[in-house]
């Protein structure tokens, strides 16, 4: 199902790929020689102190063309790696339309459920989250599998490769922290919240074989890719259209509950929700494991950088997930306290063949991804 791309259209994404890996190496670094020669000295000159916080560094530093031209440049980057994606899935489209339609009318190993109805909430049709064309949830034409071909072939180049070649490393990663401190968990039902193209979805599903693994999103388009995906790779996964609000699966009928990088791009009005019909579906001891970006962390300018992406790169609530109180998010949802787990899954098995350094700060080091979970009591 993957958009292969032509010469000239691989040649371009392979320029963007490279521009992207420098200006987010070599000219990120810069970012911080601009803040500690420049930047704090002054704000410790009219303040008599540093910034107190990643909040006054941001307004310290955003007056800086430095950083003005890096955030233009890497928002350029970023449009311009859609852009080279979007005209070979374009190209390509009628093909993996056809492809997806035969999978969905003669599926041999999951199955796929969609939801006409069904109404995108404001938090996601506001904005094109990452800056993706029509976001992940935009439907074009009968049969439409653009977001998920754009998407599947825009995130390997977004990560410059670093998530594996089925770009299922956060998946992977959340798989590696429950098979290490829950070594006898055997789930027999798996839920992926927010399952976009399945790529974390079917990591599950090979972690664990004999389990029966689903997977919702709110995109059509996506999730006839994701299922035509699954098929065309072996892999069994039943996908389905639906809020992670309020699913109609039924209660306590999961095992385990999953999610990879949904919290950061969830409106602080929803996540309670998330967290609330989370815990309606887990049975008795069953796990919830969500897989995301690391809180904060480091110093005040580590934890400045990261900020970037919630304007810059249409992320509109990363900054605020970063601040949560996983905790309290999760007792309020009925978990109890003690049942609370986290963690870092350092992507050691993929990103350490090409390490790569994010935005000049070091809060993705060696760390790229974290664990926010609960125990079912």
Not at 160 to 177: K, Q, R, S, V
Not at 364 to 370: D, H, L, S, T
Request: proline residues 5%; hydrophobic residues 40%.
């Amino acid at each position: 199902m993957l958009a292969g791309p032509d010469h000239d259209e691989a040649a371009r994404q392979g320029f963007v790929g490279n521009l992207r890996r420098y200006v987010m190496s070599d000219i990120s670094e810069g970012n911080r020689t601009i803040y500690e020669r420049r930047v704090r000295p002054q704000f410790q000159r009219e303040h008599g102190r540093a910034p107190k916080d990643r909040h006054e560094v941001r307004r310290a530093m955003e007056p800086h063309p430095y950083y003005q031209a890096w955030g233009s440049i890497l928002r350029t980057t970023q449009e311009l790696m859609w852009d080279s994606v979007g005209e070979s899935v374009a190209r390509q489209l009628p093909t993996l339309m056809a492809r997806a339609k035969a999978f969905a009318d003669r599926p041999r190993l999951g199955s796929l459920r969609l939801d006409r109805a069904l109404a995108i909430p404001r938090y996601q049709s506001a904005v094109d989250i990452h800056v993706m064309p029509g976001s992940y949830h935009s439907d074009l034409a009968q049969g439409d599998v653009f977001a998920g071909a754009l998407y599947d072939r825009g995130l390997y180049l977004y990560a410059m490769g670093g998530l594996g070649p089925c770009n299922e490393d956060i998946g992977a990663g959340g798989c590696a922290y429950l098979k290490k401190h829950f070594p006898d968990f055997a789930p027999k039902r798996i839920l992926d919240l927010g399952c976009t193209i399945g790529n974390s979805t079917l990591a599950y599903a090979q972690a664990y074989p004999e389990a029966e693994v689903f997977g919702v999103d709110l995109g059509a388009a996506s999730l006839r890719y994701a299922h035509a995906r699954a098929e065309s790779l072996g892999v069994a996964a039943h996908f389905s259209q639906q809020n992670a609000e309020r699913t109609d699966f039924e209660e306590c009928s999961f095992d385990l509950v999953v999610s990879a990088v949904l919290l950061h791009e969830t409106s602080m009005a929803a996540l309670p929700r998330i967290i609330q019909e989370c815990r309606r579906l887990l049975r008795a001891g069953g796990i919830m494991c969500h897989t995301d970006v690391p809180q904060v962390e480091g110093d005040a300018f580590d934890l400045f950088i990261p900020d970037w992406d919630t304007e810059g790169n249409n992320e509109p609530f990363m900054s605020k997930m970063r601040d949560l109180d996983f905790r309290q998010l999760f007792e309020a949802a009925g978990f109890r306290r003690r049942s609370f787990f986290s963690g870092y899954v350092p992507n050691e098995h993929l990103n350490a063949k090409r390490p790569v350094t994010f935005r000049g700060g070091s809060g993705k080091k060696g760390k790229p991804w974290a664990v926010y979970g609960a125990i079912a009591g």
